[in-house]
T-cell receptor, first 111, second 116 residues
Framework: GNSVTQMEGPVTLSEEAFLTINCTYT??????LFWYVQYPGEGLQLLLK?????DKGSNKGFEATYRKETTSFHLEKGSVQVSDSAVYFC??????????FGTGTRLLVSP | SQTIHQWPATLVQPVGSPLSLECTVE??????LYWYRQAAGRGLQLLFY??????ISSEVPQNLSASRPQDRQFILSSKKLLLSDSGFYLC???????????????FGPGTRLTVL
């Protein structure tokens, strides 16, 4: 089946620290991979995506590389800000117009 | 670009009462529509999706139902709420019904439901 596993949070960092949030997946075929972000009290927003192996998605200083050999799509940012505090969801699309989400990782950035 | 409206934004209902949550979409035609539930501290669970008017697919058995009376309107309902129905309900749309695997979904602001 299709599933996404994310590291448990919360991840607590100081401002300007390096961020990594791990995401691994299980899928049949060749899914597209996504990172969504949810700020407090809001819906989800697409942060970045990658549609095939070795693609790198990037946006707002965040990036993630589609690694087929390790079935991973880890999210990274070189220098986090307080405004990056949110819940981050990794997701895959196996086709059929659906998304399969991980459980989310809460990021807390302190000044 | 598409905009998704959800209302109400928050709702407190007693156990056993009915429920109706509404989602409307602007800026796109014939979208795929989705209802998700996010329980406290947990991930997103797909409840229903729809590829067209009157076409509803249910992902999990429950006491909720969904309807799509118009192309850009998606309604989530219950006849009798349970305590376990509490959560954050998100409506989403995918503007391209082509079935491509890289279709992203766009989310509404959500409705927070508390059942007491």
């Amino acid at each position: 089946g299709n599933s996404v596993t994310q590291m448990e949070g919360p991840v607590t960092l100081s401002e300007e620290a390096f961020l990594t949030i791990n995401c691994t997946y299980t899928a049949t075929g060749y899914p597209s991979l996504f990172w969504y972000v949810q700020y407090p009290g809001e819906g989800l927003q697409l942060l970045l995506k990658a549609t095939k192996a070795d693609d790198k998605g990037s946006n707002k200083g965040f990036e993630a590389t589609y690694r087929k050999e390790t079935t991973s799509f880890h999210l990274e940012k070189g220098s986090v800000q307080v405004s990056d505090s949110a819940v981050y969801f990794c997701a895959l699309s196996p086709g059929f117009q659906k998304l399969v989400f991980g459980t989310g990782t809460r990021l807390l950035v302190s000044p | 670009s598409q905009t998704i409206h959800q209302w109400p934004a928050t709702l407190v209902q007693p156990v056993g009462s009915p429920l109706s949550l509404e989602c409307t979409v602007e800026g796109t035609s014939n979208p795929n529509l989705y209802w998700y539930r996010q329980a406290a501290g947990r991930g997103l669970q797909l409840l229903f999706y729809s590829v067209g008017i009157g076409q509803i697919s249910s992902e999990v058995p429950q006491n909720l139902s969904a309807s799509r009376p118009q192309d850009r309107q998606f309604i989530l309902s219950s006849k009798k709420l349970l305590l376990s129905d509490s959560g954050f309900y998100l409506c989403a749309c995918s503007p391209s019904p082509s079935g491509r695997a890289d279709n992203e979904q766009f989310f509404g602001p959500g409705t927070r439901l508390t059942v007491l």
